[in-house]
DNA sequence: GCTAGTAACTTGCGTTTTGCAAGTGATGGT
DNA sequence: ACCATCACTTGCAAAACGCAAGTTACTAGC
């Protein structure tokens, strides 16, 4: 039969904020997102190295998640996941503006807390 | 003696992005500021009536960490919590940039999955 | 100044999410 | 065909969350 699938998100509310929170407020996602758009193409293993150090579980989830949402997708769609990379979707790309205004408030406004730092590039 | 404040956050990188989200990447801060760019101040019990239904003890714990990060403060910071309620403060009113990429972003691109979501005033 | 009412938290406890380490299984280069 | 390695899974302990109920302490009225 046709499986009806359900949203992969429960929504709070119809506020476009809180909906957004509730796909990516989270201390990961975003991060993802930024790998990506810092190196266009990112393999699994690469996330990994970044220094926030994501663990592998919580990576395989998010990376679930953000391909249900057409937030991401694998470069090769038709092959296998060994070697086939992950890139931004177009919606995934207009976050660009979210993380650069994010950047832009953490470097302008945490440098007492956090002298070490450094401005978005 | 003198304390030695650590500072309230763990900071996971130097990134600007990664130290954002350090501080507000989760599902309630951002809602909190959002409240307070809405309404200019708001009390303590009227944070619980918005419709994602926070509950107090997170609103308590995020309160906290919010006033401790310079983010909000108390209307009067001279009186007791009683009918004191808390506003912005020059940092926090500069998330507004954040909250707008990040509302449009949602409403642009979420629709499919979350019909009823309502467009950023 | 005593007291009642209520705003502002705090506590306890069960559930969910995270973090870390180790394990598994497919694939593609040689 | 072999086997190194990439892409995940799994198990379990620790932290965070969600709910309901309790506690503290202003403060307005008497």
Same mark, same amino acid.
């Not at 796909?23 to 393999?43: A, C, E, F």
């Not at 990994?48 to 998640?65: G, H, M, V, Y």
């Given at each position: !039969?046709?499986?009806?699938?359900?949203?992969?998100?429960?929504?709070?509310?119809?506020?476009?904020?809180?909906?957004?929170?509730?796909?990516?407020?989270?201390?990961?996602?975003?991060?993802?997102?930024?790998?990506?758009? *810092?190196?266009?193409?990112?393999?699994?293993?690469?996330?990994?190295?970044?220094?926030?150090?994501?663990?592998?579980?919580?990576?395989?989830?998010?990376?679930?998640?953000? *391909?249900?949402?057409?937030? %991401?997708?694998?470069?090769?769609?038709?092959?296998?996941?060994?070697?086939?990379?992950?890139?931004?979707?177009?919606?995934? $790309?207009?976050?660009? $503006?979210?993380?650069?205004?994010?950047?832009?408030?953490?470097?302008?406004? !945490?440098?007492?807390?956090?002298?070490?730092?450094?401005? %978005?590039?």
């Amino acid at each position: !039969m046709a499986s009806k699938k359900a949203s992969p998100v429960e929504w709070r509310s119809e506020c476009p904020i809180s909906s957004g929170l509730d796909i990516l407020g989270d201390k990961w996602s975003l991060l993802i997102v930024r790998d990506l758009i *810092t190196y266009g193409t990112r393999m699994y293993s690469e996330f990994s190295e970044s220094p926030e150090r994501i663990s592998t579980n919580i990576l395989a989830d998010r990376l679930k998640l953000l *391909t249900a949402l057409g937030i %991401i997708e694998r470069v090769d769609a038709d092959r296998s996941a060994r070697n086939n990379a992950f890139q931004l979707t177009k919606s995934g $790309k207009e976050l660009r $503006k979210v993380l650069e205004a994010l950047g832009r408030w953490s470097y302008a406004n !945490m440098r007492d807390l956090h002298p070490d730092i450094v401005s %978005i590039d």
